[in-house]
């Protein structure tokens, strides 16, 4: 039979490899979408919990008529802490970064004299697997009003077992009633 058409063996062969450098291509862009996705998840995880810490803050500290960094006399507490007076009959409101045998964490006191009824707001784990996790708040008083900062890093696992830092830093000012 004459003039009659089909794939050699060549063409035959170049279709599989061009069809197989497609099909790579699309693993290796879903791979890099997935990793990007689950990365950003992570981050914006970290940054609602930062935030909600900070309009837990910026409720209460709304509510008080002043407020003040201090430097408390329990180890448990790392660093300054914020301290506002409330309503009658209760001590005060404190927030500040808690040791938590090794662990801090951002803490909410309903009363600053109890410090065993604790409100975890954001909590950074401090192990081998995560040596660089860090977590301090920071204000500056200003009449009528503090500056805050809350900031740190956490890391999380990913998916090769490597960590991956997420710094987070918050900034903002709340005013006092």
């Not at 058409?5 to 790579?24: P, R």
């Not at 791979?31 to 910026?58: C, F, P, W």
Request: hydrophobic share 40%; aromatic share 6%; glycine share 6%.
């Amino acid at each position: 039979m004459i003039n009659k058409k089909a794939f050699t063996l060549v063409e035959m062969l170049i279709t599989l490899i061009v069809a197989a450098i497609l099909v790579l291509t699309m693993g290796v862009l879903s791979d890099l979408a997935m990793s990007t996705t689950t990365k950003l998840r992570r981050e914006t995880e970290i940054y609602n919990e930062v935030l909600h810490g900070y309009k837990i803050m910026q409720k209460h500290m709304r509510e008080a008529s002043s407020c003040a960094m201090i430097t408390p006399s329990s180890v448990s507490w790392i660093g300054d802490i914020v301290e506002c007076p409330a309503t009658p009959g209760v001590e005060g409101i404190a927030f500040g970064v808690w040791d938590n045998a090794g662990d801090r964490q951002l803490v909410f006191l309903e009363d600053k004299l109890d410090d065993t009824n604790r409100e975890v707001i954001v909590e950074v784990p401090s192990n081998n697997a995560f040596p660089n996790n860090t977590l301090t708040i920071g204000g500056t008083l200003n009449p009528g009003y503090l500056d805050v900062t809350i900031q740190g890093s956490k890391g999380v696992a990913s998916r090769n077992n490597n960590v991956d830092e997420i710094p987070f830093q918050l900034n903002t000012k709340i005013k006092f009633r």
